[in-house]
């Protein structure tokens, strides 16, 4: 579970019987060196690491006839590939797009589910200082396909579809520009971050929770941990469901932003 992950200085009963204490936000800063190197970020190290080691493995001994490794490998990049890009940026423009749309996936996935991998029990995508620079490697690139195509002009021009009144044209272009520029990495972002901290926030409530009756001393207490210790354990069933989920959300979006920017029209 993630009980680990949460601070249990203040959040039990003592002996005593004292109240339940939530944690603090001070107690979700945990630094492991000096105050610039945290948690999230030696996971994110590790999960490169990780994902580095299983493509150099998986691509080792490439054959025609694929060993299970690599078709394990190749479905994976075929599911993104026709899955994701084919199918939300078009069969001209895909291709390019889809080593980016690739790692983009590896990466999200293998961060969500470090939130109910034991030891490591947190996902470093629950922080937004994560989420943003994926975020804007995705808005860079569909900006600079957008631009690249159409011409700077043209790719403004393009945000207003043809054939609407004339009167109307400003007000929809700003409404496009703001989606453009504001709405889609806005929503790219709190899309993955609020899910990821909602779900990690669940399962501590169920853990903290299921600890506090535990060792309140209270029979009846005590009986209902049980309860939330078993729901606990099966919310984190479902999140290893919708951590997988989200990390197919995000290149989904990400992709519909690309085949936009590079669609012949609005």
Known sequence: MIVHAWPATSSLPAASGEGFTPPSPEEFYVPLVGDWFTRPMLLVLISVVLILAWLLWATRRVSVVPSKRQWILESVYDFVRNGVARDMIGTRDFKRFTPLLFSLFLFVLVNNWFGSLPFANFPPTARIGVVLP?????????????????????????????????????????????????????????????????????????????AYMLMSGKPVLMAGSIGAFGLGFGMQLLELLIQAIQAYVFVMLAASYLGASVADEH
């Open 134 to 210: 994926l975020v804007a490697i995705v808005y860079l690139a569909y900006h600079y396909a957008g631009i690249k195509k159409h011409g700077l002009g043209g790719y403004f021009s393009s945000m207003v579809p043809k054939g609407i009144p004339g009167f109307v044209v400003p007000v929809i272009f700003v409404v496009e520009l703001m989606t453009f520029f504001i709405t889609r990495p806005l929503t790219l972002t709190l899309r993955l971050f609020g899910n990821m901290m909602a779900g990690h926030i669940l399962m501590g409530v169920f853990v903290l929770g299921g």
